[in-house]
C-alpha cells in the first residue's frame, strides 16, 4: 500500500519549534518532487514548502520564508520541515504530498499521493 505518513505536530508556544516528518511507505522518494501544505480552520489548503527530487530546489512561501526549512534524507525516505519562531498563524493541518517529476509547484491536482496531516498549535 502506498502512502505517506506525517508526523512531529503538536502543542508549542510561540517562538518554539517543531520538526515534521514525512515518511513513505510502499514506494521510494527518491523520484519525487515534495510539497508541505497546511490548511487552517475555514481557509483553503495552501502550500508552504516544496523540496526537488534531488534536493537541489526548495522553494518557501513568503509566510515562512526565513523561518521553515526544508530537507530530505532519501536514505530513510522521509522528508523533514524544520519550523522555527513559530506563530500563532502558523496553527494548521500540515500535510505532505508527493509529485511524480521535477519542479516545484503548490498546485495542488499535480500531486498523486497525501499524508493524513499532523496537527500543529502553536498558542500560549
Known amino acids: 500500500q502506498l502512502q505517506l505518513v506525517e508526523s512531529g505536530g503538536g502543542l508549542v508556544q510561540p517562538g518554539g519549534s517543531l520538526r515534521l516528518s514525512c515518511t513513505a511507505s510502499?514506494?521510494?522518494?527518491?523520484?519525487?518532487?515534495i510539497g508541505w501544505f497546511r490548511q487552517a480552520p475555514g481557509k483553503e489548503r495552501e502550500g508552504v514548502s516544496c523540496i526537488s527530487r534531488g534536493a537541489d530546489s526548495t522553494n518557501y512561501a513568503d509566510s515562512v520564508k526565513g523561518r521553515f526549512t526544508i530537507s530530505r534524507d532519501n536514505a530513510k525516505n522521509t522528508v523533514y520541515l524544520q519550523m522555527n519562531s513559530l506563530k500563532p498563524e502558523d496553527t494548521a493541518v500540515y500535510y505532505c504530498a508527493a509529485k511524480r517529476g521535477p519542479g516545484c509547484t503548490y498546485t495542488r491536482s499535480f500531486y498523486n499521493y497525501w499524508g493524513q496531516g499532523t496537527q500543529v498549535t502553536v498558542s500560549s
Open positions: 510502499g514506494f521510494t522518494l527518491d523520484y519525487y518532487t
